[in-house]
Structures are given as C-alpha cells and as structure tokens.
C-alpha cells in the first residue's frame, strides 16, 4: 500500500545550524509533497511544497529537494532559530486523489 | 490565522457514545478532508468531501461518517466510541477549481478523549 517514511523521527541542532528532514515514498504517482509544521496544540501549518515537476524549491531559510527516481524528498532548514523547534511532517498524494500521505513526523529541537 | 474552525477544541467522552465534530471551512473551498491523528503520529486519512459528495475514503469503519453542506462547512460522526478513537481530529479545506491545485488548509483540531 501506499506508505511515506520519515527520518530521523529526533533531531537536535544548535541555533544557527542546519537541520534535513528525509522522506521516501512508495506510490510513483504521487505528483504532490508538501511539508507541514505542527506546534503543540495546533494543527499542521504548511511550510513549504513542491510538484514532481520541479526538483528544487527554496523559500528564505528553507528548501525541498525532490528525486522523483529514488522516490526521495527532502526538508533543508538553514540558519536554525529556536522558534523552528517544532514536529516536522512530510506527505505525498496524487494531485487527482487528494488523499495525503503522512509520515511519522520528526521532532525538531533548536538549542539556543 | 488558519481559516479553517473546527469545534469543540476539546471533548470527552464515554465509550459506546457517539460524537459529532464540526468544520468551518476556508471561504470558498469545495473539498473538505478529515484526519485522525493519534498521538506521536502523523495524520491519517479518514475521508474527503467534494461539492457535498464523498469521493474518497481511507481505512476506517462505517461507524466514522462525514456530511459536507453547501456552505462548505462539514461535520465528522463517530457512532458507538471505543478506547482507540481518542485522537486529534484534524480538518482539512482546499480550493479545486476544475484542472487546478492550491493546497490544502489545516484546522487546529478536536481533541477527543474517550473514556
């Protein structure tokens, strides 16, 4: 079945250091992966997403990186601020079937 | 602000209960999904609402049902509770005019606990 999986499911950083988030897919039509930060209390508040026609989008401090041949995307958070401490959640769908995908989600901490 | 309302924020109840949570979408949006999110885990799909019909459902019993109203607002019911049902309910809106795609707009949630 479809699947997402998510790494590291922990992250600890330094202020000022960068953090990556990895996930890998299994449905290759999924064509949709947004990624989503969820602070204690709230629900999931997109970032950032990126379309399988595109390998690359920046926006600031953060990135996603896409690899649709290894199924593989990517969070890249640059210039850590404890503010960014929060659980990380990444997905995959088919724009068609609007069914998302989540994986475990990672619990990112900024250490001032 | 999220544009999306879901109430009750919070909620208990007893097991073999039935509940019914509530969703005021994103002005607009036609399409209306509902998530179950257990503790320490990402969200899981329960069902999706498009222009009042159900057009996709994940794997959850019939005892989870959904309604979408021509406001664009939505309802999730839960008939006959058990232990295992206690979860964040998450609601999710997007707006899908036809050959487009923008996204999806997440609620804060209902917490059930069931007792």
């Known amino acids: 079945g479809e699947n997402v999986e998510q790494h590291p499911s922990t992250l600890s950083v330094q202020e000022g250091d960068s953090a990556v988030i990895k996930c890998t897919y299994s449905?290759?039509?999924?064509?949709?992966f947004p990624w989503y930060k969820q602070e204690l209390g709230k629900g999931p508040q997109l970032i950032i997403d990126?379309?399988?026609?595109?390998g690359e989008k920046k926006d600031q401090r953060i990135a996603v990186t896409l690899n649709k041949t290894a199924k593989h995307f990517s969070l890249h958070i640059t210039e850590t601020q404890p503010e960014d401490s929060a659980v990380y959640f990444c997905?995959?769908?088919?724009?068609?079937?609007?069914?998302?995908?989540f994986g475990q989600g990672t619990e990112l901490s900024v250490k001032p | 602000e999220t544009g999306v309302t879901q109430s009750p924020t919070h909620l208990i109840k007893t097991r073999g209960q039935q509940v019914t949570l509530r969703c005021s979408s994103q002005?607009?949006?036609?399409?209306v999904s509902w998530y179950q999110q257990a503790l320490g885990q990402g969200p899981q799909f329960i069902f999706q609402y498009y222009r009042e019909e159900e057009n996709g459902r994940g794997n959850f019993p019939p005892r989870f049902s959904g309604l979408q109203f021509p406001n664009y607002s939505s309802e999730l019911n839960v008939n006959a509770l058990e232990l295992d049902d206690s979860a964040l309910y998450l609601c999710?809106?997007?707006?899908?005019?036809?050959?487009?795609?923008?996204?999806?707009?997440f609620g804060s949630g209902t917490r059930l606990t069931v007792v």
């Open positions: 999710a809106s997007s707006l899908n005019p036809p050959g487009q795609f923008y996204g999806y707009t």
């Open positions: 449905d290759s039509a999924s064509n949709y």
């Open positions: 990126i379309r399988s026609n595109v």
């Open positions: 997905a995959a769908t088919r724009i068609q079937g609007g069914k998302l995908i």
């Open positions: 002005s607009g949006h036609n399409t």
